[in-house]
């Protein structure tokens, strides 16, 4: 299946519109279950689909189908039929035109996944299941899918991108004399994961969650977050803040600080679209080149990430979602990182613990997500430590992690020097001051 030429199909039937775009995507997937201990199910699927955008006297439509003979010229149809319905918008801006790629080509393409069949998966499944042990692993998924995806227009844009991405995630659980949990999430373009570390992690998150205590009484203290739950956090507070479109509609605390202080000075943060992630590439989605782009340096705002309907495009304009490319034939451009990574500091987590006088270490939040408009989350600390003159004194749950993230940039106390890889993020322990913890 030649994804650019049903592309260049459904350009042919639009060669009277003003400008066209197309935007075809297949991918094969396969995905492991774990249950009780055991791999239950596995599952197949390969999906095909394309997408007609089509602008047309200041007027826009879109379309979208899966993949079948007369695909290119429904979507054409519909497409310019959306576009004939819908309102004059003089914002209108044109679509992406031809430019050289500004990053190399990323080492994201595993011949282990795009050549063979799902043994990998289920060995590296049992083996995660046997490292965790005594702790069970009641629940896991391992996802591994080649994506394929094409953009053609009639500016003359006319890119194709192969990617490979894995996706796992496992619960584990220890009986004593409360249950314990742990929870662990796999990121990568390659079977490369160590089964004995993922397991092994699954083990002592699920220990260390089975010998907390519930935390009692209130206080203000230091959150140290870890990258997996800092994750979340961090591309709904800062990656919704450098949205082009938040920007654009005023819906960003950001807007017009550009070239001042939003953040503590120690911070730097980077696009950076070269270094492997689960979107890495030399173009986004709608067939801009992406570039290695610093957003904030040394705490200062740099400028925004943009797709072509919302500015000059950045390079930052996305369909799939990183951890599941099924169905992206079907969403809408949105804005976002293909790799925000925070550049990493000096002090290994070890020593930020030792520099914290009254703080709390986070292990596992229940929803790590905060308010993109005004930074505030009340978060249900699931599992933490306690930190007293530097030392870890005691394992908490059961309270409610309480703070204001866009504030919490701004008093970073501490960046860790260890980053880890997440779907869209490349992040370290992050140490930050004024949070408040709420118990029963």
Same mark, same amino acid.
């Given at each position: 299946m030649d994804l650019l030429r049903l592309n260049e199909a459904a350009l042919r039937s639009l060669q009277r519109s003003e400008q066209a775009e197309a935007y075809a995507v297949r991918s094969r997937t396969y995905a492991i279950y774990v249950d009780d201990g055991r791999v239950s199910n596995i599952e197949f699927?390969?999906?095909?689909?394309?997408?007609?955008r089509v602008m047309d006297g200041g007027r826009m439509g879109s379309a979208a189908s899966t993949l079948g003979d007369d695909t290119p010229a429904k979507c054409a149809r519909r497409a310019m039929q959306a576009a004939s319905m819908s309102p004059v918008d003089a914002t209108l801006r044109d679509f992406s035109v031809p430019r050289n790629a500004k990053v190399p080509r990323p080492d994201v393409l595993d011949r282990r996944i795009s050549e063979n069949g799902p043994e990998?998966? *289920?060995?590296?499944?049992?083996?995660? *299941?046997?490292?965790?042990?005594?702790?069970? *692993?009641?629940?896991?998924?391992?996802?591994?899918?080649l994506v394929e995806t094409a953009v053609s227009n009639s500016n003359g844009v006319e890119v194709s991108q192969r990617s490979t991405m894995v996706y796992g995630h496992f619960t584990s659980m220890v009986m004593g004399t409360s249950p314990g949990e742990g929870v662990q999430s796999i990121h990568s373009n390659h079977l490369d994961m160590d089964a004995d570390t993922i397991g092994s992690r699954l083990l002592v998150s699920a220990r260390a969650h089975a010998d907390a205590v519930s935390f009692r009484g209130q206080e203000e203290l230091d959150m140290i977050l870890p990258p997996s739950e800092l994750e979340d956090m961090t591309l709904s507070s800062i990656g919704s803040a450098l949205n082009g479109e938040n920007m654009v509609l005023g819906r960003s605390p950001w807007k017009g600080l550009e070239g001042e202080q939003v953040t503590s000075g120690c911070l730097s943060i980077v696009d950076d679209p070269g270094s492997p992630s689960l979107l890495a590439g030399c173009y986004d989605d709608e067939g801009s080149p992406t570039e290695v782009r610093t957003l904030v340096?040394?705490?200062?705002?740099?400028?925004?990430?943009?797709?072509?309907?919302?500015?000059?495009?950045?390079g930052n304009g996305w369909r799939r979602e990183p951890n599941d490319p099924q169905g992206s034939y079907r969403m809408p451009v949105r804005i976002g990182p293909a790799n925000l990574r925070i550049i990493p500091g000096r002090l290994s987590l070890d020593d930020m613990v030792a520099e914290t006088e009254n703080g709390i270490l986070v292990e596992r939040l229940a929803w790590p997500e905060v308010?993109?408009?005004?930074?505030? @989350?009340?978060?249900?600390?699931?599992?933490?430590h306690l930190i007293r003159g530097g030392e870890v004194v005691a394992t908490v749950k059961n309270a409610l992690l309480a703070g204001e993230m866009f504030n919490a940039w701004k008093d970073v106390k501490a960046v860790g020097s260890e980053n880890v890889r997440g779907?869209?993020?490349?992040?370290?322990? *992050?140490? @930050?001051?004024?949070?408040r913890l709420v118990g029963v």
């Open positions: 699927k390969d999906d095909a689909g394309m997408s007609v990998g998966l *289920v060995e590296l499944a049992e083996a995660i *299941v046997s490292a965790a042990s005594p702790a069970k *692993v009641p629940r896991g998924l391992l996802r591994a899918a340096a040394d705490g200062e705002l740099q400028g925004f990430m943009f797709d072509t309907f919302n500015g000059i495009s950045t308010d993109p408009l005004t930074g505030r @989350f009340g978060l249900e600390l699931r599992c933490g779907a869209r993020t490349d992040v370290p322990p *992050v140490s @930050f001051a004024g949070a």
